[in-house]
């Protein structure tokens, strides 16, 4: 726990010129701070193999252990087999482990099972049928449902995450597993991409593109073709779907002046959301879409402010530091994460609604930007350039267990997916 201030407003369109490229091949944990997560001891045991696997990436234990270590929620404790005697030290209660053997057309059959480690009683068993580049994907569906059966709520292994990444000298915009892993190219411009956040349902992204050589809102349903949006506006940045509707918030320059607008994305047909003297950007839903955070430059720096979902009731959220933006609700609704600038740095905060109970989630580490938080409100994800160009990290909401998900040229702009409805995403032949 730490605590400090945030930036960017209309200086961040141009400052997005220059991010972005090549996904993740590997995780690396970096930094590890002291946490408040109450984690869950669990056992982790390789799953048995028969003879004829040559494995393309991680095997099944390995891949469980990443998503475990991710998650915050769990301390793996690995053993090469079962140990009753390592894992009752380690109050390992519970233990993971599994079969794979191959199968006719290159697929796998993976058995995954949850046991109670002094009984061997079996808590969960789910069988997979899949290729070995969906093996990953099986896998986080698993480990979902080992973290809802433990921990009583969904997990986000089998989430995705949108960001920006410079491809051949172009920001464009990607999308990978959670775990940076299974990245695919969306945009394929000669201009700059960026700004991507997620349409209902995870469907598709909407973000902003330069090829008209100003900022424009896009979409783009995964499969089908790019479409314009709110081509009324000149300028249009900064998108925010609302949780509940599915409608359209961004930001709209004209004259100078900026300004926030609501629209439906199908029809076209958008609104001003706001009539304030400031400029405004950034906005962000909150989870049930009663209200709107947004970054104001009415106090003379830009700093995060909140209003009804009607431009009503406006009040300042931030009062420490001068320079605090780009602010997004946790899922429960209870806090917020921003950016704020400390002595030309960018560092990571959470506080209240109220502004109260700061607490600074990152420092001594680079320039650290664009939180959004996990879907389960457990974890944050952000760029930083900590390690000299920027890449994807996260980190739990506490700051805690900070981990690289991207490797190689320069990855910014996170935005988590929703939950998907069915986690699974896979071929599963049944519980037992």
Request: glycine share 8%; proline share 4%.
């Amino acid at each position: 726990m730490r605590m400090r201030k945030t930036i960017v407003l209309l200086a961040l369109i141009v400052s997005a010129l220059a991010t972005g490229a090549f996904a993740a091949i590997d995780t690396i944990a970096v930094d590890v701070g002291i946490s408040v997560f109450k984690t869950i001891p669990l056992g982790m045991v390789p799953f048995e193999e028969k003879k004829g696997i040559t494995w393309d990436e991680e095997k099944p234990h390995q891949i469980l252990t990443r998503d475990a270590n991710l998650s915050g929620r769990f301390d793996v404790v690995a053993s090469d087999k079962f140990n009753l005697a390592l894992f009752s030290r380690n109050h390992a209660e519970y233990y993971v482990t599994g079969k794979v053997e191959p199968k006719a057309g290159g697929l796998l059959r993976v058995e995954c099972y949850l046991y109670v480690s002094k009984s061997k009683d079996l808590m969960l068993g789910e069988s997979y049928t899949v290729s070995q580049k969906d093996l990953r994907r099986a896998m986080h569906a698993f480990f979902d449902q080992v973290t809802k059966r433990l921990c009583g709520e969904r997990g986000v292994a089998s989430t995705k995450l949108a960001y920006v990444s410079k491809i051949e000298g172009v920001k464009q915009v990607v999308v990978s597993d959670y775990d940076g892993f299974h990245r695919t190219q969306i945009t394929r411009d000669s201009s700059i991409s960026m700004m991507p956040v997620w349409t209902l349902g995870n469907k598709g992204l909407v973000y902003v593109n330069f090829k008209t050589n100003r900022p424009r809102l896009y979409t783009k349903k995964f499969g089908r073709s790019e479409q314009p949006l709110f081509t009324q506006f000149d300028q249009t940045y900064s998108p925010a779907v609302n949780p509940k509707t599915g409608e359209l918030l961004f930001s709209s320059t004209k004259d100078g002046k900026t300004d926030l607008y609501v629209g439906n994305m199908e029809t076209g047909k958008a609104r001003k959301f706001a009539y304030l003297k400031s400029n405004q950007t950034s906005p962000a839903w909150s989870p049930y879409a009663t209200e709107v955070l947004f970054t104001s430059d009415r106090g003379g720096g830009p700093q995060i402010f909140v209003m009804g979902k009607d431009g009503s009731d406006m009040r300042r959220v931030t009062f420490m530091g001068r320079y605090n933006e780009r602010a997004s609700w946790s899922p429960s609704g209870d806090r917020i994460v921003y950016t704020s600038m400390d002595n030309g740095k960018m560092n990571i905060y959470t506080c209240a609604l109220d502004g109260s109970d700061i607490m600074q989630l990152t420092s001594n580490a680079g320039n650290n930007e664009h939180p959004t938080w996990s879907p389960d409100g457990k974890l944050i994800a952000f760029s930083s350039n900590r390690s000299g160009s920027y890449q994807i990290y996260i980190m739990r909401f506490d700051g805690a267990n900070v981990t690289r998900i991207t490797q190689g040229g320069e990855n910014t702009s996170p935005t988590w997916s929703w939950f998907y409805e069915d986690n699974s995403q896979t071929t599963k032949e049944g519980a037992k």
